[in-house]
């Protein structure tokens, strides 16, 4: 059974930054990728940003571009998401999740994480 715990989040003043952790346990196949899905509040849950397993490739929302950076640790079992440059529009819950990237970039993935709240604000 695969389990997604996302870790980092807090209250950060705009222009500030942030660390995300999800850590992961299980089995998951390296033709995978691992994504950041994020829920503001009264909006639908969007895509931030994804790493494919297999070969690193990154993958990056219009909206965070330049500004949030993914990567995974050696062992393969943490992904990050380091947050720069926040606004208070970045303010939702973060969620990982992790399936095949087709499903990640669908919105779909196979599993969830439960979630860390980032709150941008002075």
């Known amino acids: 059974q695969v389990q997604l715990v996302e870790s980092g989040g807090g209250l950060v003043q705009p222009g500030g930054s942030l660390r995300l ?35 690193g490739n990154t993958y990056y929302a219009e909206s965070v571009k330049g500004r949030f950076t993914i990567s995974r ?24 999740a992790t399936g095949p990237l087709s499903a990640i970039v669908a919105g779909s993935p196979e599993y969830w994480g439960r979630g860390t709240r980032v709150t941008v604000s002075s």
């Open 73 to 96: 640790d050696n062992a393969g079992n943490t992904v990050y998401l380091e947050m720069t440059s926040l606004k208070a529009e970045d303010t939702a819950v973060y969620y990982c």
């Open 21 to 55: 952790s999800c850590g992961t346990s299980g089995v998951i196949l390296d033709s995978y990728a691992i994504g950041w899905f994020r829920q503001a509040p009264g909006k639908e849950r969007e895509g931030v940003s994804c790493i494919r397993l297999s070969d």
